[in-house]
């Protein structure tokens, strides 16, 4: 057995990133000790920590960089504050008590340490490579992160170097905006005067992706690179192929219509998972929504209850009684329900009190003058969807 540990801590060019590896000396780490410091790789030469020359830290500790070192100047980087610091931060953590000192002599450490080619201040090469250093082997033998501590922050998590969010429908309500306008140039304007919150995902609508095709989501996506993007395809035939259609223009989820054979829709659902998208399925016209979710192999992550106003007149259930249909109908599994047709704020509410999990908004928002405006009357709902408007966080531990 043996213990994994990781840290990224500073920023610019001294920023230090740390993975390291604690084990037994009898064990896969000593193996794997032994080896790096008697298989010498060009520019990534390994070398043992030491606090200053002559006084290595105990557990021993093998240093390891990850980028090639070309040049001396590179290496006195690593065989100076790096190197320091790693031992530096191995000798307190033995102090502390992070690290036993009952192992001393039979664990050993492996750190891979991170030192940018650019790197000029050997102050914060030294500082960040011990803040992570020890970081990393606290967390190492906390066993971090926990299951429950991986599964909170996987949907809301920013990776500092990819510089976007990878959304992820986790925390309803959502308002959804539907870009239905056929025009791609007030679509942009529309989507330009979107404030940022986490609850608003944006609907590539049908009439959009028709005249322009499946490239306009990627257009959009220009513009908002965080958002969660919906392709409305309503697919009635060949479920896989505009499945990955909407991948490959970076779309978040896609839409297949609920009078889809049900093949289609089994073939297009299997698609959404193989590819790690979102799988919608649009009820409009349906008769029994219930039914045609019982039938499918797997259910989708969105149902969407799509009704207009004029066809509720003639009667049956509400927009609003079906979501608690099939709310009941699966409150044993994980099924997000949708709801659109001629939606308004405040009609908006009754729909969140009903149940539902996303608010579909067209016309209210696209056709209006002040977008900004017509989306925080959405946003006002609830008391956690006002808190999430422009609102910008920064993971660090």
């Known amino acids: 057995m043996y213990l994994i540990g990781e840290a990224l801590v500073g920023d610019g060019p001294e920023v230090a990133h740390v993975d390291l590896l604690v084990g037994e000396k009898e064990g896969p780490v000593g193996e794997a000790f032994a080896n790096s410091l008697s298989n010498l ?14 006084l290595p830290a105990k557990p021993s500790t093998l240093l390891v960089p990850k980028v090639t070192v070309k040049n001396l100047e590179q290496a006195a980087r690593i065989f100076g504050p790096a190197q320091a610091a790693v031992a530096k931060a191995v000798a307190d953590s033995v102090e502390e008590g992070i690290i036993p000192k009952d192992k001393l002599e039979s664990w050993v450490i492996i750190c891979s340490v991170f030192v940018h080619p650019d790197a000029k201040d050997y102050r914060k090469i030294y500082h960040y490579n011990y803040g992570a250093t020890r970081l990393a082997l606290r967390r190492a033998t906390a066993n971090y992160p926990g299951l429950e501590k991986i599964l909170y922050e996987k949907d809301r998590a920013k990776h500092p ?4 969010k990878v959304p992820r429908l986790w925390r309803p309500p959502y308002i959804q905006i539907a870009l239905d306008i056929p025009d791609i140039e007030r679509a942009k304007t529309v989507v330009g005067q979107i404030p940022r919150s986490d609850r608003i995902v944006l609907e590539v609508g049908t009439p959009l992706i028709k005249k322009y095709g499946a490239k306009v989501i990627s257009e959009l996506r220009t513009l908002v690179r965080d958002f969660f993007i919906i392709a409305d395809f309503k697919t009635l035939d060949v479920g896989k192929v505009e499945v990955d259609l909407a991948f490959e223009e970076t779309a978040d989820g896609v839409t297949a219509s609920g009078l889809a054979p049900v093949e289609t829709l089994d073939a297009f659902i299997y698609e959404t998972r193989k590819l790690g998208i979102y799988a919608i399925v649009d009820m409009m016209g349906v008769k029994d929504p ?8 797997e259910l989708p992550e969105v149902v969407l209850l799509h009704r207009g106003i004029d066809v509720e007149k003639k009667g049956g259930l509400t927009r609003w009684e079906q979501i608690q ?12 329900v949708a709801v659109a047709g001629g ?3 405040d009609t908006a509410r009754t729909a969140i009190d009903s149940g539902a999990d996303i608010i579909v908004v067209g016309r209210y928002i696209t056709q209006s003058k002040d977008v900004e405006r017509s989306v925080r009357e959405f946003l006002e709902c609830t008391s956690e969807m006002r808190e999430d408007v422009d609102l910008f966080r920064e993971h660090v531990e």
């Not at 790789?41 to 002559?54: D, E, F, K, M, Q």
């Not at 170097?161 to 976007?164: A, E, L, Q």
């Not at 045609?292 to 192999?297: A, D, G, Q, R, W």
């Not at 099939?326 to 994980?334: E, I, L, P």
């Open 41 to 54: 790789s060009a520019g990534h030469t390994p070398l043992l920590a030491v606090i200053r020359p002559n």
């Open 161 to 164: 170097i990819m510089g976007f």
């Open 290 to 297: 219930v039914a045609v979710l019982k039938s499918l192999n």
């Open 325 to 336: 249909v099939v709310k009941n109908a699966f409150k044993d599994r994980k099924l997000m």
């Open 343 to 345: 939606v308004t704020p």
